[in-house]
């Protein structure tokens, strides 16, 4: 069946950073709408796992075919140039053209336990007593990943003349988020975002950024943190659905948008039938990785 109840049929759409977290959360549900989702990360179920985590993309493949969509698994580490270019190459190859492409990709958090990175420092510890290394990490698996992907995926929707490029990452705002580090890599990524949203309109290409609010993810979870949470990661991927499936969706290019607007613009729900509001962070909540997970 291919009506409004699949409303993403047909699309091909590729979510980076998908072995868990928010990227699973959004594969699943553009699975959901009638998708065929190409999930993409670092670990899979035939080598090295992020953190020794037992989640892996392969099985974010099976809850994209579980949901009604098509998974196709493909192992990528966004940091790396090469690694990027061969994923795209890949796609247009097999498919012959990318509709939505959602960057997900985020390890400014890796080796953190919900209280210290490895190198010892806690979220919000003064940067003046913060190993530098720190920053380059977060703008690694940041804003230069964000930037690949798009610079890889950008020739061919111009060329289309269509897509969306959908980043996932936090409203900074005029407040701070409560780390150093990990606000100037928020903000340095939306900022990417309306720059290329303001070179890619001419083409009728759409970039745009998604801010969900604290999300209860695999690694908020085990953390203990869940209760401080404000929603699932499906949340999120309905928002991305429903994006996906506007065609008068270049209205928001540029723009961060929230996922809890969102809901009430286009109507969906969390997993629970809820609506969740919007998530403000205050400097007390802290929050590590607010955004992915």
Not at 164 to 181: A, E, K, N, Q, R
Not at 233 to 241: E, H, K, M, Q
């Amino acid at each position: 069946m291919t009506g409004p109840a699949l409303p993403l049929a047909g699309r091909i759409c590729l979510v980076a950073g998908a072995s868990r977290g928010l990227g699973r959360g959004i594969a699943g549900a553009l699975g959901a709408a009638g998708a065929t989702v190409i999930v993409t990360g670092r670990s899979s179920e035939a080598g090295p796992r992020t953190d020794q985590r037992p989640e892996t993309f392969e099985d974010t493949a099976r809850e994209v075919e579980a949901a009604g969509g098509k998974g196709h698994p493909y192992r990528c580490n966004h940091t790396r140039e090469r690694d990027v270019d061969g994923l795209v190459s890949w796609a247009l190859r097999r498919f012959g053209r990318l509709d939505c492409v959602v960057d997900a990709v985020w390890g400014g958090n890796e080796g953190y336990d919900g209280e210290r990175y490895p190198d010892g420092s806690g979220y919000g510890t003064p940067f003046w007593r913060r190993p530098a290394a720190r920053l380059g990490e977060s703008f690694e698996s940041g804003v230069y990943a964000q930037l690949l992907l798009a610079r890889a995926v950008a020739p061919a929707m111009v060329q289309m003349r269509s897509g969306l490029i959908v980043t996932v990452g936090f409203d900074t705002g005029s407040g701070y988020l409560g780390d150093v580090f990990y606000d100037l890599a928020k903000a340095a990524m939306n900022r990417l975002t309306f720059a290329m949203a303001r070179e890619l309109a001419p083409f009728g290409v759409t970039a745009l950024g998604l801010s969900p609010g604290h999300v209860l993810t695999e690694r908020v979870r085990d953390a203990g943190l869940g209760d401080q949470t404000t929603e699932t990661p499906l949340y999120a991927g309905r928002a991305v659905a429903a994006l996906a499936a506007d065609r008068h969706v270049a209205r928001h290019a540029g723009q961060v948008l929230h996922v809890a607007d969102l809901a009430r613009a286009y109507g969906f729900t969390d997993r629970d039938g809820s609506q969740p509001g919007r998530f403000s962070i205050t400097d007390e909540q802290g929050g590590g990785d607010v955004a992915q997970g």
